[in-house]
């Protein structure tokens, strides 16, 4: 199992930028595909972005496309969530997650996850 903390998130003007972090432990981090999810109030798990494990390979949310961009530092064991141009429908907690193999949209493919941290875009 790996632990999984993210850190980052806060209240921002719509049209302003955060850069989320999730520090790993407990496993390889460079074995880990990484994905970032994210939940509104009231709302399910909604897949934001993805980065498999050797980083070349990414997959966004259309929602977030050219806006937001994933990377990881595997010398850091951290995944990063770079967002730009944030609009209030960005609102909300934001999780990172781990699985071996590939990265996936789908959040029932990780097996490990964060607590979470809240983004809150103000209009």
């Known amino acids: 199992q790996v632990q999984l903390v993210e850190s980052g998130g806060g209240l921002v003007q719509a049209g302003g930028s955060l850069r989320l972090s999730c520090a790993a432990s407990g496993r390889t981090f460079s074995m880990l595909a990484m994905g970032w999810f994210r939940r509104a109030p009231g709302k399910v798990h909604e897949f934001v972005a993805t980065?498999?494990?050797?980083?070349?390979?990414?997959a966004y949310a259309d929602s977030v496309k050219g806006r937001f961009t994933v990377s990881r530092d595997d010398a850091r064991n951290t995944a990063y969530l770079q967002m730009s141009s944030l609009n209030p429908e960005d609102t909300g907690v934001y999780y990172c997650a781990a699985r071996g193999l590939f990265g996936s949209v789908w959040p029932r493919d990780y097996d490990s996850w964060g607590q979470g941290t809240q983004v809150t875009v103000s209009s």
């Open positions: 980065i498999g494990r050797s980083g070349r390979n990414t």
